[in-house]
């Protein structure tokens, strides 16, 4: 069994609203030396299978069907087998 | 005219629109469950509201891989004329049946108001009784509304006619302080290019009988009943 990470960000040019929001509070607590902040996902997935290859392409393939928009978000993901 | 109201688990304005088909605009309609692989015999299915599969990870994410929406892709290809109203835009634009994604309101609250929308266009099915400029008084109840949309993808919408409906004032003009969830242009609608299948984020089923305040809603029902050449019910 291998254990996957899929970190998921907007793309640049969608303006995120959360991550204004937080930014804003961040600024009001004090914190002015935050200049951005955006918010993404992270997921963890585990898998069965012993060929990296073979998993990172299925995953790949999950990562743009389902888990992501490509439309907004893009994805990297790191694969510990 | 027969319709076909599409229901996945989380909907929840799928009696709303059922309620108008048949007993406003007094028209055949059945409910379609998300497993059905089959839609031949419907003229128009409707997406309608709510929550499918709970809204997670994107709105509609999960729900445009239900059976049905195989079939509804097969419908629209050959023509067929799908609404999606607001979870059911939202289910469209993330099966690739419209172009763009929805972002969360740019206040990040959800939104449940009456809102003005002005007609870009009365070349789609859906407003070819109205006229362009007309505006309309629909309510919106969203928390995802926020078009997004690459803006090469964007100018060809706009080239082809597909902006449907902006956000504007009681008077029509399109500012950005009557844009209520930061929809790029103010976009509360938009079809695809051939004008057959169309996603809006305001609800006409709310808006379709005096009683509910305004009738506005059904400029968008008569259009398409005018559209399959059934005679306009009184």
């Known amino acids: ?81 | 005219m027969k319709f076909g109201v599409v229901v996945f688990p989380g909907s929840n304005c799928d009696h709303d629109c059922h309620y108008v088909i048949s007993e406003v605009l007094h028209q055949d309609v059945d409910y379609v469950w998300h497993g059905s692989t089959d839609v031949t015999g419907y003229d128009c299915l409707v997406l309608p509201g709510g929550f499918s599969y709970g809204d997670y990870l994107r709105t509609g994410a999960v729900a445009r891989f239900s059976p049905v929406m195989k079939a509804i892709e097969g419908f629209a290809g050959r023509g067929g004329l799908v609404i999606g109203i607001c979870n059911g835009f939202q289910i469209l634009l993330e099966a690739g049946l419209l172009p763009g994604a929805m972002m969360r309101n740019t206040g990040l609250k959800f939104i449940c108001r009456f809102v003005n929308i002005r007609i870009e266009t009365a070349s789609t099915p859906w407003t070819k009784a109205a006229s362009v400029g007309q505006v309309l008084s629909i309510p919106i109840a969203h928390n995802e509304g926020n078009y997004q949309v690459p803006g090469d993808v964007l100018e060809e919408m706009k080239r082809r006619g597909q902006v449907v409906f902006r956000y504007c004032s009681p008077e029509g003009s399109v500012l950005q302080e009557y844009n209520p969830n930061g929809a790029t242009e103010s976009i509360a609608g938009v079809c695809n290019r051939e004008g057959n299948v169309l996603g809006m984020m305001p609800h006409p089923e709310r808006a379709s009988e005096a009683e509910l305040t305004s009738t506005d809603g059904l400029v968008i029902w008569r259009s398409l009943l005018s559209h399959c050449g059934v005679e306009i019910p009184a």
């Open chain 1, 1 to 81: 069994m291998a254990r996957a990470r899929l970190f998921v960000t907007l793309k640049e040019g969608i303006l995120d609203p959360q991550g204004k929001t937080l930014l804003r509070a961040l600024k009001s607590l004090g914190y002015d030396e935050v200049t951005d902040l955006r918010v993404g996902k992270y997921m963890e997935i585990e898998i069965d299978g012993t060929d990296r290859a073979t998993m990172e392409r299925r995953l790949g393939e999950m990562s743009e069907s389902l888990l992501t928009n490509p439309i907004i978000e893009n994805y990297r993901m790191e694969v510990e087998a």
